[in-house]
């Protein structure tokens, strides 16, 4: 049968897919784009929001446009979310939770014909590991579940308490990716700062801490042919100068870590059940900095919490100057039914949070800019990745180190895209709509 993906949400998602993926070709079905005429159509869903709801309902509609025919399969955390609710949509003939997507193959052939027979949609309930879609990056799920229970969340619900895979298996994923010619991996779980965690206690990652984690970062290292290891979002309760020293003696982590904030003003932090103050927060980033030098410093802020007042907003604006984020990704506050602060007085009205996340992303570009411009040095690493048009041109583009995107020019290189997966030495010339480098390449240089 031909088999339709489409992904939609978080990292671990994306990472998901490809495991689900591969697991259909292995049982002799075929891929194929999510446009086409397929018999099966499998969204992994995301319910972060309530945009990702509606987008991830929407995704499942237009399968059933594409063929009415066809079985339509909710996967993930919508899906979770929706049992739970005990919601219906016609459109949606399966719904997978995570905990049952290893057995997806098997659910989607043996239920769907049972959906089919009863004229009802079926409700089943996870994948562990595997394929991402790029060449270059790999993301690797090393973890899942989260225990944390920050207030607007609605994660821990939906995906359950702490797993952590063995060490051992990890290893033997990365290993295969860089035999298929991967050079970069990118680390992910739900809370991969809990990797190792044999309790579901909140506090455990930080009794901990890290050493699971930087133990298993040695034995990535050790894997030739893997250039680089990125870490996914971080905990910033896991920053400590013990963590971070050790962390710095592996070589192949890139200076770049994604340390959620979510809010710069210690009260919201105290309501969204996040165990940290905005200065314990900025200790880390000193250490971090002490020890990676210049590393891009990412993070997540949410807009407009319940009872989120100008003057908190104000702190959170003062704190991303003072921290000098790389990037930040805004989001307004989405109330997710069955958490605590769905149920919180002050909701804030739709207008404030949109016109606090347009002054958080005036911020966030200048500051982007400000790192850009210090970080970069005349010559970076580049991993390139593909070829790109930007204003009608092509242009080989991919990441250094620290997560900045870098092009250059194709029509520059002779046969441009047979350098897609390796590392070059790249001049920094100057800059192209704003925020992408761009630079001269220097065919000496090829790592
Ligand atoms: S740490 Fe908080 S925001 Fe992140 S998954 Fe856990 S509960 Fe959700």
């Known amino acids: ?8 949400g978080c990292k671990v998602n994306f990472y998901e897919t490809g495991k689900m993926e591969k697991l259909f070709e292995e049982s002799g079905h075929n891929i194929v784009p999510f446009e086409d005429y397929a018999d099966i159509y499998i969204v992994n869903t995301c319910t972060v929001t309530n945009i990702a709801d509606r987008k991830s309902r929407k995704m499942l509609h237009k399968a059933k446009r594409l063929n009415p025919y066809a079985v339509i399969v909710a996967a993930g955390c919508y899906a979770d979310s929706a049992i739970k609710k005990g919601e219906a949509d016609k459109s949606i003939d399966i719904f997978i939770q995570n905990k049952d997507k290893p057995d997806i193959v098997s659910i989607v052939c043996t239920e769907a014909a049972k959906r089919i027979k009863d004229k009802a949609p079926v409700y089943v309930s996870s994948i562990n590991h595997q ?17 944390q229970y920050c207030t607007y969340c609605i994660i821990p619900y939906v995906r359950g308490g702490l797993k952590s895979r063995d060490v051992e298996s990890v290893v033997k994923e990365a290993a295969g990716l860089a035999a298929n010619g ?14 190792g965690a044999v309790t579901d206690n909140a506090d455990e990652f930080v009794k901990l801490q890290g050493k699971p984690l930087l133990a298993l970062l040695k034995e990535l290292n050790g894997i030739d042919g893997i250039e680089r290891i990125r870490l996914g979002s971080l905990e910033p309760r896991i920053i400590s100068t013990g963590f971070i020293k050790e962390l710095s003696s592996i070589p192949k982590i890139c200076p770049h870590f994604h340390l959620s904030l979510q809010s710069g003003s210690d009260t919201v932090l105290k309501r969204m059940n996040r165990h940290y103050t905005a200065k314990e927060y900025l200790d880390g980033l000193s250490i971090t900095r002490k020890y990676f030098g210049n590393p891009a410093i990412t993070t997540d802020i949410i807009t407009g919490f319940p009872g989120e007042t100008e003057k908190e907003f104000e702190e959170t604006m003062d704190f991303a100057k003072k921290a000098g984020f790389a990037k930040i990704h805004v989001f307004k506050y989405s109330r997710r039914y069955g958490t605590i602060a769905d149920k919180m007085d002050g909701q804030v009205s739709e207008s404030i949070k949109s016109e606090r996340s347009t002054r958080l992303s005036g911020l966030e570009r200048e500051l982007g800019i400000w790192y850009q411009d210090n970080a970069l040095k005349e010559h970076e690493k580049v991993l390139f990745e593909e070829i790109t048009e930007i204003n009608s041109k092509k242009y080989i583009v991919g990441y250094n180190e620290r997560y900045i995107r870098i092009a250059v ?39």
């Open 1 to 8: 049968m031909n088999v339709a993906f489409l992904t939609l």
């Open 131 to 147: 394929l991402p879609a790029s060449h270059t990056r790999a993301y690797i799920k090393i973890q899942d579940g989260c225990t």
């Open 182 to 195: 991967y050079k970069e991996i990118v680390i992910t779980g739900i809370h991969i700062s809990s990797y």
């Open 409 to 447: 020019p194709a029509e520059s290189i002779p046969g441009a895209e047979s350098l897609c997966n390796t590392i070059a030495d790249v001049k920094i010339t100057g800059r192209i709509n704003g925020e992408i480098l761009t630079g001269c390449y220097s065919p000496a240089t090829i790592y």
